[in-house]
């Protein structure tokens, strides 16, 4: 969805992603980075600043704490 440029479908699914993981994984997993990541560059697309850079923080967060120890993609 972003790269077709509908946005606000991609954030619905990012935040269901979000949701699912949590539930399942925890929010410490990995592949919580990942998603947060990718919404981060959504809202970035679209103005969304402050937004973003919440997120990245949180992105920033995993990645300097290594959670997991799993290589995260970005």
Do not use: D, W
Not at 4 to 33: C, D, V
Not at 39 to 50: D, K, Q
């Amino acid at each position: 969805y972003y790269h077709k440029g509908e946005y606000a479908e991609g954030e619905k699914y990012f935040y269901k992603a979000l949701n699912i993981l949590g539930k399942s994984f925890g929010p410490r997993h990995p592949n919580m980075a990942a998603v947060i990541n990718n919404l981060a560059r959504l809202y970035e697309a679209t103005g969304a600043f402050p937004q973003a850079k919440n997120l990245y923080e949180q992105f920033r967060y995993f990645k300097k704490n290594k959670v997991n120890e799993v290589q995260l993609n970005g």
